[in-house]
Structure formats: C-alpha cells, structure tokens
C-alpha cells in the first residue's frame, strides 16, 4: 500500500529526498512515519508527519536529523517526502515510511530504500 522511492548513494554533505505514495484512502486517514535501519542496528524512528487534535500538521525528528531532514507532503500526489540534506555517513540505512493509522486501521509499512553516504 506505499511505496517509496528515492534513495541512493551520495557524498557526505549531500542530499537526497524520499518520497512515500500512498492510497488516497490512506493518505487522508493517517499520518506518516519515517524510520531507519543500519547494518547491524536495530530499527529507529527517525520523523513523524501527524495530526493533532485540531487537524493541523506536527512534525517530529530525532536529535540526530534535527535541521537536517525536513518531512512534509503533497495532498495532490498522495506523498510525504523526507528530505535529507547535510547527509553523513552515519545516516548510511534502509529508510521505511510507515502509516501511523487512527484504532480502526491497519499500519502498512514502505518496501525500504537504500541510502548510502560515502565519506
């Protein structure tokens, strides 16, 4: 149910965006997730897109991408993006966007891209 594109490899100081596309279903009901997976590591939440109480927008990144990453979307296209700039090695992962779904919906999880950053 979504699907992601947009990694690959680039130079420490780079950038790259990952786009999540979505049914327009699910797009509307839910919020979106952006999480991580190093070699070796466990997987780690990274930024979340959901809705408060009044339906607006907030926004959450881990310290570590904090000024960094930007998450945002695009209701026309169904998409949330993460857009990654000032990429460093240790950013290096399989990126998964997942939905954060009110009770009465499943969570879907991304296929995974591979982001690699060379120093």
């Known amino acids: 149910q979504l699907a992601e594109s947009g990694g690959g490899t680039v130079q420490a100081g780079g950038s790259l965006k990952l786009s999540c596309t979505a049914s327009?279903?699910?797009?509307?009901?839910?919020?979106m997730g952006w999480y991580r997976q190093a070699p070796g590591k466990e997987r780690e939440l990274v930024s979340t897109?959901?809705?408060?109480?009044?339906?607006?927008?907030?926004?959450f990144y881990v310290p570590s991408v904090k000024g960094r990453f930007t998450v945002s979307r695009d209701s026309a296209k169904n998409t949330v993006y993460l857009q990654m700039n000032s990429l460093k090695p240790e950013d290096t992962a399989v990126y998964y966007c997942?939905?954060?779904?009110?009770?009465?919906?499943?969570?879907?999880w991304g296929q995974g891209t591979q982001v690699t950053v060379s120093s």
């Open positions: 897109l959901t809705r408060d109480s009044t339906a607006r927008f907030d926004t």
């Open positions: 997942a939905t954060r779904c009110p009770p009465w919906l499943e969570d879907s």
């Open positions: 327009e279903d699910i797009f509307k009901e839910c919020g």
